[in-house]
């Protein structure tokens, strides 16, 4: 007999059956199916399937699929908002375990909010953004609160920082006994809430239409054009004649630079692997420091994610688009990229071990990409500067600041050769 899968933490019930909970297992059939295989790739009859009923009674419950991601991506937010009312305290620790009890029993949340509600329609986008930025509101008053000193704008923007740390492990898959997991997220939370922010405000004087001396390639006119429109309406939302018309080329003329839209999405994400690697080449031959080189690949990478966010948003939700050559170099490349930076980390703080490193370092990209991605927080002086304590106190490389993890007696086995 074949066993029964949990999805998304509950045991679907045997075919045929009608538990009173139905309607919490196809949200959780379908938030587990989205996360694995991406929107696009999942039908309507693959989560009945999952929760052990017919199609027809599925549309019963949700009259689309559309109609289902929308809930889904709604109960995700909903389950970080209540878990900030449930702490019902103004001390940050209990507030950061609460939270962090969510994001490690649903890790999909993270990647739900980004990767998948872009392909709400408009309106249901408002709706999640409302949802979301209601729960920054929380934080940032939890920040206010205890920290006074601080002006409204510098507390929205740890706020923000704090948030991408602790849904941070739904962007990758390292693992920690739960306990152990739950304390260095939290640490790594109250290291970012206590970073020392830069003065923030908007740039003076910036047009939303700004821009440099355009490039005359139309092969680079039409990469421009598909990493924007990819970014924002996901690789299955957008036809390559869409990508012409926004590059100003004209239907089959596109097919002289590019034989199809799959080669447009791997020329992008190829593209920005090249940069992070070349970047990062740059940094680590500058120096025999490995301090100097982290803190010159930390200042790096948060430059590349503010000018180039639609590439950093393609290499962290499209590359389960590419045909599956190119998908497997790029991932691989990623995980290369990441490693390096684990590597440099565990050089400074061998106590740590190969995951704790590498859970730190995906806390602080994961901070500074979404930062980038949104735009009222990436156009305004200071982010940089901010971005970069967050960066340093989550990696626990800021005095007195979350370099406690990982530390103390029998440690030593997290050596430096433990973090390759």
Same mark, same amino acid.
């Given at each position: ?6 999805? #998304? ?9 009608r538990?009173?909970?139905?309607r ?78 969510v !994001? ?35 934080v !940032? ?49 109250q ?20 821009a440099?001396?355009?490039? #005359? ?29 926004a ?24 593209? #920005? ?40 948003c393609?290499l ?49 990209? !994961? ?23 967050v #960066? ?19 440690s ?9």
């Amino acid at each position: 007999m074949a066993a029964v899968r949990k999805v #998304g933490g509950v045991v679907p019930p045997p075919r045929g059956t009608r538990p009173r909970n139905r309607r919490e297992l196809i949200l959780a059939a379908a938030a587990d199916l989205f996360y694995r295989r991406g929107y696009a790739d999942v039908a309507m009859s693959d989560i009945a399937e999952a929760v052990g009923m017919g199609p027809s009674a599925l549309y019963r419950h949700f009259k689309s699929k559309q109609q289902l991601l929308m809930h889904v991506v709604l109960a995700g937010v909903a389950s970080v908002r209540e878990a900030l009312a449930r702490s019902g305290v103004d001390d940050p620790e209990t507030v950061l375990n609460a939270v962090v009890a969510v !994001t490690l029993e649903h890790r999909e949340v993270g990647v739900l909010w980004q990767r998948e509600g872009r392909l709400l329609p408009a309106e249901e986008r408002t709706a999640v953004r409302r949802e979301v930025r209601a729960v920054t509101a929380v934080v !940032t008053g939890l920040i206010r609160a205890g920290r006074p000193e601080l002006d409204s704008a510098q507390s929205e923007l740890l706020a923000w920082c704090g948030l991408g740390v602790l849904l941070s492990p739904s962007f990758h898959q390292v693992e920690l006994p739960r306990q152990e997991y739950v304390r260095l997220l939290v640490r790594l939370g109250q290291a970012t809430l206590t970073a020392s922010p830069a003065a923030v405000a908007p740039f003076a004087n910036r047009s939303p239409t700004a821009a440099g001396i355009v490039l #005359g390639s139309r092969r680079e006119a039409l990469l421009a054009a598909a990493a924007r429109m990819f970014a924002a309406h996901g690789y299955a939302g957008v036809a390559i004649e869409d990508i012409g018309a926004a590059a100003g080329i004209a239907g089959p003329s596109v097919y002289n630079h590019f034989d199809s839209k799959a080669e447009l999405l791997s020329a992008a994400v190829t593209r #920005g692997i090249e940069w992070l690697l070349l970047d990062m080449t740059r940094a680590l031959a500058g120096t025999q420091d490995h301090e100097v080189a982290l803190r010159v690949l930390l200042r790096s990478y948060i430059r590349f994610a503010a000018e180039h966010h639609d590439l950093v948003c393609l290499l962290l939700t499209e590359v389960s688009h590419l045909p599956e050559s190119a998908r497997h170099r790029a991932r691989q490349a990623q995980l290369e990229y990441v490693a390096e930076w684990t590597r440099l980390l565990c050089a400074l703080r061998p106590e740590y071990g190969a995951a704790e490193g590498r859970i730190r370092v995906q806390a602080a990209l !994961t901070a500074i990409n979404d930062v980038a991605r949104t735009r009222h927080l990436r156009d305004t002086t200071g982010v940089a500067e901010t971005l970069e304590s967050v #960066g340093w106190a989550v990696m626990g490389l800021a005095a007195g600041v979350g370099a406690a993890a990982g530390s103390g007696p029998g440690s030593a086995a997290g050596s430096v050769s433990g973090c390759n």
